[in-house]
């Protein structure tokens, strides 16, 4: 047979939620800067990652496995789950290993939205959340967020996304600390909002930046999931623990939800060297102090400094900050652009809806130094 020509491009047979999704855009890599301007001295505080870089046990873990990298991994992660399990105080089959955090995300939206429910977000929120949310055709109900004037600026209005709530609601996503904004909530409030929301819904609580958020009163949501069954907490590697590049997360729940979430995670979705450099990176008690110790000098020092030459700093429990850069008139993104001919890598945050700043990865205090003095002289430079 024949087929009928026609100029309609294969793109159309996708499914329509798809053809409308607008990607994520990662943070700009090293290397493509360097090939753009022919800069070789790059520093990138652009996504999060930790300057100090994996534990030693974990290098030297990950090394190891690569000789055995001819092998598939353990498809069910055996080793990790019980380290795991060891350190939270839960059952293995409470724990789903996934590509990253955001593989997590992914499979929650895979195993329980359709184009017939809906998920609540944040404004604000991580762009992941909705991206996920779109692709299954479910509606995303967006609530705004806590205003600029307010004690938690940008952060999650939770009794306002408690009250989009409604019986089809199947996702809330809810990340403490929030990524780009920063913000956070308590102890207090995330146990009142599980309280208050149906056991029909589940919670997504999103904790990537949980070992620098300790010490502002975020809770560790792990503690609550025997209390509240609908809660999922999302953990990950690439932050604390400095291994972005493996990537390996975890998602923690009751283990009626694991098992569904484990029936759509692919095969093998965590790679020989993440698994052996994410155990390894457990038995080190000393990564995540060290990670978190670097965090607060360099916190301290980017909240006294920007703001000396205009640059509103909006407070933090993450390993970043959202400064507001457009004091001068510039927009984050004119800033982002000029940063980069110094060979600093930040990331604009225009997309999110916040158009005068940019996010700034808390680095080492070289590279802190070496940002303010970057920073400062684009702000008070005409091009």
């Not at 705004?144 to 600026?153: C, K, N, V, Y």
Request: glycine share 10%; charged share 15%; with cysteine.
């Amino acid at each position: 047979m024949t087929g009928k020509t026609n100029n309609a491009s294969p793109a159309a047979l996708a499914v329509a939620a798809v053809r409308n999704l607008s990607p994520y855009v990662t943070g700009k890599p090293m290397s493509e800067l360097s090939r753009e301007l022919g800069l070789t001295d790059i520093i990138k505080l652009a996504s999060n990652e930790n300057p100090l870089g994996p534990s030693p046990a974990a290098l030297a873990a990950m090394h190891r496995a690569l000789e055995e990298s001819w092998l598939y991994p353990d498809g069910n992660g055996h080793e990790l789950k019980v380290a795991l399990a060891a350190r939270h105080g839960v059952g293995t089959n409470q724990i789903t290993l996934g590509n990253g955090s955001n593989d997590l995300l992914v499979l929650l939206a895979e195993a329980f939205l359709t184009p017939q429910v809906s998920a609540v977000i944040s404004q604000y929120a991580f762009a992941i959340y909705g991206i996920v949310v779109q692709a299954t055709g479910a509606v995303a109900k967006v609530v705004d967020a806590q205003g600029e004037d307010s004690a938690m600026p940008h952060g999650h209005d939770l009794k306002a996304m408690c009250a989009a709530v409604d019986d089809s609601t199947r996702l809330v996503y809810i990340a403490n600390p929030n990524n780009p904004t920063g913000s956070w909530c308590t102890a207090g409030q995330i146990r009142a909002f599980l309280d208050a929301v149906p056991r029909t819904t589940i919670v997504v609580l999103d904790e990537a930046y949980s070992e620098y958020a300790r010490r502002f009163g975020c809770p560790d949501g792990i503690e609550l999931v025997a209390e509240y069954p609908n809660l999922i907490v999302l953990r990950t590697f690439s932050k604390a623990h400095a291994l972005a590049g493996l990537r390996v997360g975890y998602g923690v729940s009751h283990p009626d939800v694991a098992d569904i979430l484990n029936r759509v995670r692919q095969p093998f979705n965590v790679s020989l060297p993440a698994l052996a450099g994410a155990q390894a990176a457990l038995g080190d008690a000393q990564q995540a102090p060290r990670a978190v110790a670097l965090v607060e000098a360099g916190l301290a020092y980017l909240t006294a400094q920007l703001p000396t030459f205009g640059v509103k700093v909006y407070p933090s429990a993450g390993n970043f900050v959202l400064a507001d850069v457009g004091g001068g008139g510039l927009t984050g993104q004119q800033v982002f652009d000029r940063l980069l001919r110094h060979g600093v890598i930040v990331r604009p945050v225009g997309g999110y809806g916040l158009p005068r700043c940019v996010r700034i990865t808390i680095g080492t205090q070289e590279q802190n130094e070496r940002l303010v003095d970057a920073l400062r002289q684009c702000l008070n430079s005409q091009g």
